[in-house]
């Protein structure tokens, strides 16, 4: 904890210098009287207050300390729901992900568990799905509708390559649709981006682009999911770099082989290797984290893992307002007491 305004702490010696000049006081009022017998006086006394009497004013110096280091703003990390309101789910759906190391196979256990995944999440969090293999598509825009998530999930149909920093590009794309500055073009080759062109065509004139720090933008976040590297498309550290600039977090998963394997699909064969490298690279340029799951139970915990992550953070609070409560609460509780118990307030 530390404080917004540090010099109010001296402010604290107040209470304290109020309870010397009370005992002070009370010292000086004491009177020396002789009597005949001390029985005499217990008879005449009777049964005093006790503790009960010195329980009022502490709680109310305890309310003054509390008020007072209020005034002096603290800020304390705490873990509260996060501001979260949009996730999207890019997923890998070439044809590696029939692979069956990761049981019943990879594409299958991805599902599950994004499915599950989607079940985790507050009911008023958007999600939308990107598929990519050679290109990326969005499957279903973000939406609070599980249903129509869980369909797009479904739905998936494997195809060959995989274009990683397309996922992402779209992906931003999807979050931020009137950015002028993302070029969907980019995800085509030279030639199709010559034919899209016309030589007339008219330039709109693009707001400057300014950059944000990494992980900043808190209203979003990126799940991308992959079983192999990069074989066309953007380069991804150029993708990733775009959502550095725009503050977005892109966490990565990692599912099958690391070291390689030869998969064979529909009549021809392909060697696939898991890019581990470069996923931790997107992760920790966008200020978020890589995940490697080598089984479908392994899945299914990043994915709970990642759920209670995107839920809740961990952010520096300032807590002025709880202190000030709990002063509040301590001098009604010491001015009720003084009343219940002596018929006046200390």
Known sequence: MHFLWPHQLWLLLLPL???????????????????????????????????RRHIPPALFLLALAAMLLASARPV??????STQQTIIL???VSGSMRATDVQ?????????????????????????IVAFAGSAQVAQLPTVNREDLVTAIDRFQMQRATATGNAIVMSLATLFPDDGHIDLQLMQNN??????TAIDAEKKEKKP?????PGSYTSAAIIMLTDGQRTTGVDPLEAAKMAAERGVRVYTVGIGTVDGETIGFEGWSMRVRLDEETLKQIATRTSAEY???????????????????????????????????????????SAGLSVLWFNRIL
């Open 76 to 81: 304390a990390t705490l873990t509260l729901p």
């Open 291 to 333: 995940f490697y799951a080598g089984t479908a139970q392994d899945l299914k915990k990043v994915y709970e893992t990642l759920s209670t992550r995107l839920t809740v953070e961990k952010k520096e609070t300032e807590v002025s307002g709880l202190l000030s409560l709990l002063a509040a609460a301590l001098a009604v509780l």
């Open 104 to 128: 019943p196979n990879r594409l299958v256990a991805a599902q599950n568990a994004a499915k599950a995944f989607l079940t985790e999440l507050p009911r008023d969090v958007k999600v939308g």
């Open 17 to 51: 210098l109020v309870l010397l000049y009370l005992l002070l006081l009370r010292r000086k009022k004491k009177l020396a009287v002789r009597y005949a017998s001390l029985a005499i006086v217990k008879e005449a006394l009777g049964k005093g207050p006790g503790l």
């Open 209 to 213: 682009f300014t950059p944000v720090a």
């Open 191 to 196: 030639r199709d981006r010559m034919r899209g």
């Open 90 to 92: 890019a997923m890998d």
